[in-house]
């Protein structure tokens, strides 16, 4: 079955301090990947995307993923968060079997220590 | 400005009575999700449309049920709510493989 794994629950940072989180998933088809974020009490917001191409992805607010196909893995990375990262961080991938399906990680806690 | 739109933005229901939530969208995106999101947990699938064919997950509840009366509108009905569905039910929209737009969500209290 397709699923999505991310391996860091909750995760606290110092402001400035770099970031990465872990996203894996299983699925031996053409994927299209997903970062979302979620800011407390407020809807999913796009992060960045990839469909195909350079596999080293740039999204908003100074976010970026890397795709690498053999690991199936596409981390997200900042080099300097802020206290205003502080969010879920939810790895998505769609899939295609006869339908597109949607499916999202279990999510990443983050909390910037200002 | 807002292109997907949930009502209500809360829901207080008494155990065993039927409520539907809405959906609509002003992207003309033809795919609608509906994702159930527990506290701390991640936003999962409760079923989609694909156009007009509508697709179930495997686990998903015979007491949740969909309609999709056209491109715009969709609504997720619980027929008999338990207090296990307290949750953030999420509608979501996508152009086939695109990225997808969320609405704020709904959230559904069961008492």
């Known amino acids: 079955a397709q699923s999505v794994s991310q391996h860091n629950h909750h995760v606290i940072l110092s402001e400035a301090a770099s970031l990465e989180l872990g996203c894996n998933y299983s699925?031996?088809?053409?994927?299209?990947l997903f970062w979302y974020v979620q800011y407390p009490g407020q809807h999913l917001q796009l992060l960045l995307k990839?469909?195909?191409?350079?596999?080293l992805v740039k999204g908003i607010k100074g976010f970026e993923a890397e795709f690498i196909k053999s690991k199936f893995s596409f981390n997200l990375r900042k080099p300097s968060v802020q206290w205003s990262d502080t969010a879920e961080y939810f790895c998505?991938?769609?899939?295609?079997?006869?339908?597109?399906?949607?499916?999202f990680g279990t999510g990443t806690r983050l909390k910037v220590l200002a | 400005d807002a292109m997907v739109i949930q009502n209500p933005r809360y829901q207080v229901t008494q155990f065993g009575k039927p409520v539907t939530l809405s959906c609509s969208q002003t992207l003309n995106h033809n795919v609608m999700y509906w994702y159930q999101q527990k506290s701390s947990q991640a936003p999962k699938l409760l079923f989609h449309?694909?156009?007009?064919?509508?697709?179930n997950e495997a686990d998903t509840p015979d007491n949740f049920q969909s309609r999709r009366p056209n491109t715009s509108f969709c609504f997720l009905d619980i027929r008999s709510p338990g207090l296990g569905d307290t949750a953030m039910y999420l509608c979501?929209?996508?152009?086939?493989?695109?990225?997808?737009?969320f609405g704020q969500g709904t959230r559904l209290t069961v008492v």
């Open positions: 979501a929209t996508s152009r086939d493989r695109a990225e997808a737009f």
């Open positions: 990839y469909f195909s191409g350079d596999p």
């Open positions: 699925y031996g088809g053409t994927v299209n």
């Open positions: 998505a991938v769609i899939t295609y079997s006869g339908t597109y399906k949607y499916i």
């Open positions: 449309y694909y156009d007009k064919d509508f697709n």
